[in-house]
């Protein structure tokens, strides 16, 4: 990460592809990240009503829906899914450039591979991973509202008073906070699993594997960490 920051200095190669890498990771994200989030906002509703029938009122389903989306299940459900994409992805490409010596065009070109393959990756998923997370936020509450009013005997102001009943501001930030690590550990340990590879092509497959499963477990830790930090 030093390396990385010092390397920040090279504004003119690492700003062009930056642009290009928050497309690929963050924009062709979403359709994965909607997807968790849709079907956690459908299970929630489902087993919060069942959780609640007879002991609770039932518009505390908004209250679960609302706190535990926002605040847990779409940071790490979605971080977790983008530790498999987003991680993989870049370990593998990487890897593969390194086992195939272009990581050593770029130096013989006097080009700094930091700023040209690293900065712009993990520029792009400390950016875009909260965006993601944020609509997979909405999506998630939004699939928990729909399922509550069509599948459950809970009306939309109900469902709304349940919801605002112990939200705070600090519900959303919290949870893309959490977020912008993931993005940045997911895209700092890809990238270094990916130029510390060596031994072909059987090497680009370990160093792939390596990053998905230590990114995933880097993502358990931060959610621990930030979980006593700021609450």
Same mark, same amino acid.
Do not use: H
């Given at each position: /990460?030093f390396?990385?920051?010092r390397?920040m200095?090279?504004m003119?190669?690492?700003?062009?592809r930056?642009?290009?890498?928050?497309?690929?990771?963050?924009v062709q @994200?979403?359709?994965?990240?909607?997807?968790i989030?849709?079907?956690t906002g459908?299970? *929630?509703? $489902?087993?919060?009503s069942? @959780?609640?029938s =007879?002991?609770?009122?039932l518009?505390f389903?908004g209250t679960?829906i +609302?706190k535990?989306i926002m /605040?847990?299940?779409?940071?790490?459900l979605t971080?977790?899914?983008?530790a498999g994409r987003i991680g993989?992805?870049?370990?593998?490409e990487l890897?593969t450039m390194r086992?195939t010596e272009?990581?050593d065009a770029?130096?013989?070109?006097?080009?700094?591979? *930091? @700023?040209?393959?690293v900065?712009?990756r993990v520029l792009?998923?400390?950016?875009m991973?909260?965006?993601?997370?944020a609509?997979? /936020?909405?999506?998630g509450?939004?699939?928990?509202w729909?399922?509550?009013i069509?599948?459950?005997?809970?009306?939309t102001?109900?469902? *709304?008073k349940g919801l605002?009943?112990f939200y705070?501001?600090?519900?959303?930030w919290?949870?893309?906070?959490k977020?912008?690590?993931?993005?940045l550990?997911?895209a700092a340990? =890809?990238?270094f699993?990916?130029?510390?590879?060596? +031994?072909?092509?059987?090497?680009? =497959?370990r160093?792939?594997?390596?990053?998905?499963?230590i990114?995933a477990? /880097?993502? $358990?830790? $931060?959610?621990?960490f930030?979980?006593?930090i *700021?609450l």
């Amino acid at each position: /990460m030093f390396d990385v920051l010092r390397s920040m200095r090279d504004m003119d190669v690492w700003v062009p592809r930056t642009v290009v890498q928050m497309r690929r990771l963050g924009v062709q @994200s979403v359709p994965i990240a909607l997807f968790i989030a849709t079907f956690t906002g459908i299970v *929630l509703a $489902l087993l919060s009503s069942y @959780s609640f029938s =007879g002991a609770v009122p039932l518009y505390f389903v908004g209250t679960l829906i +609302g706190k535990t989306i926002m /605040m847990e299940l779409a940071p790490v459900l979605t971080g977790l899914a983008l530790a498999g994409r987003i991680g993989a992805n870049i370990a593998a490409e990487l890897g593969t450039m390194r086992v195939t010596e272009q990581v050593d065009a770029l130096e013989t070109l006097a080009f700094n591979p *930091l @700023s040209f393959l690293v900065v712009p990756r993990v520029l792009a998923a400390t950016v875009m991973v909260p965006l993601v997370v944020a609509l997979a /936020m909405a999506v998630g509450v939004t699939s928990g509202w729909i399922t509550a009013i069509s599948l459950l005997d809970l009306t939309t102001p109900e469902f *709304l008073k349940g919801l605002r009943l112990f939200y705070e501001f600090k519900d959303i930030w919290f949870g893309l906070v959490k977020s912008a690590s993931f993005g940045l550990g997911i895209a700092a340990i =890809g990238s270094f699993k990916g130029l510390r590879t060596g +031994g072909g092509a059987e090497g680009v =497959g370990r160093a792939t594997t390596e990053a998905v499963v230590i990114s995933a477990s /880097m993502i $358990l830790v $931060l959610d621990a960490f930030w979980a006593v930090i *700021l609450l």
